[in-house]
């Protein structure tokens, strides 16, 4: 068994927010063990590359075999094994972070659909010995580590496709919420208008705030400075920047500002907050 587990000293892995890896490696010499039920405080990416098995899923079961994966999401039970005639072998790569779940949205991989076929298995495989050499690099594994994990979120939106059915397509409107929100996600860091969104997503505002207020029962602003507080009490909990940065690292240009909005819907200013969460 090959793995990869970043060690809890090495601050450059604990520095990036975006993706923390965890652990990734293979189950060749593991091909009968089974796990669960049970649940992690992480997601978790399998490829399946020989053989075959079943994953359990928040109690749904899905078959999976060579050329396969599936997506573990945090908080959620599930139990997997192997096949008892042709026991699968396969990677894992264990993450977490602030971004997760937006390039797993992306990739349209999700606790509703978990499970994906490959096109190019070399290619993934490629990526995961990426991951496991970065152990070569002692001053730079960490970015070793998540240029292999990028590359291989990277092959997984050009050679997969997510079990998706047809009955479960997302409708017109669906398709410009997540675009919005995806624009958001990406963009929250810098001054950016509710014109802006619409035109990416290429809509009027107005019917922009109708399909928000529809949707998801607030509006695209409101949308937007909710994201943006969230990120900062991230920030104010595990990072070392100062409130001004902060205010500046999610599109406020005013520290001022910021910490008016924080205290207006968060009941603390940011300071407190900070004092309030950090043990």
């Not at 063990?33 to 928040?58: E, M, Q």
């Not at 109690?59 to 999401?73: D, K, M, N, P, R």
């Not at 790569?93 to 990739?107: I, K, P, Q």
């Not at 290429?202 to 507080?229: A, C, D, W």
Request: charged residues 20%.
């Amino acid at each position: 068994m090959i793995c990869f587990k970043p060690k809890s000293e090495n601050s450059y892995l604990d520095v990036n927010l975006d993706i923390k890896l965890y652990s990734c490696g293979t189950g060749d010499c593991e091909c009968h063990f089974s796990w669960g039920p049970g649940i992690r405080d992480h997601y978790s990416l399998y490829y399946i590359h020989s053989g075959k098995g079943k994953v359990t899923i928040n109690g749904v079961t899905y078959e999976v075999s060579a050329g396969e994966g599936f997506l573990i999401s945090p908080s959620i039970v599930i139990e997997y094994a192997p096949d008892a005639i042709t026991p699968w072998d396969y990677y894992w790569v264990s993450f977490n972070g602030l971004h997760a779940e937006t390039y797993l949205n992306r990739l349209s991989l999700s606790l509703k659909h978990p499970t994906f076929k490959c096109n190019n298995p070399e290619a993934f495989i490629q990526c995961f010995k990426s991951i496991f050499e970065s152990t070569h690099h002692e001053k730079s594994m960490d970015l070793h580590a998540l240029s292999g994990f990028y590359l291989l979120l990277a092959n997984i939106a050009e050679y997969t496709h997510a079990r998706v059915t047809s009955g479960e397509m997302p409708s017109r409107q669906e398709h410009y919420i997540r675009q919005a929100i995806e624009f958001i996600e990406t963009n929250y860091s810098r001054k950016i208008t509710i014109e802006e969104i619409a035109s990416y997503v290429g809509i009027n505002r107005k019917y922009l705030t109708k399909l928000f207020n529809m949707l998801i029962n607030e509006s695209p602003q409101s949308y937007l400075v909710h994201f943006r507080l969230n990120k900062a009490t991230e920030f104010l909990q595990h990072t070392p920047l100062t409130i001004s940065e902060i205010a500046h690292s999610i599109g406020y240009t005013d520290a001022f500002v910021f910490s008016k909005v924080f205290k207006k819907f968060k009941s603390l200013s940011p300071k407190a907050y900070r004092e309030q969460h950090i043990v």
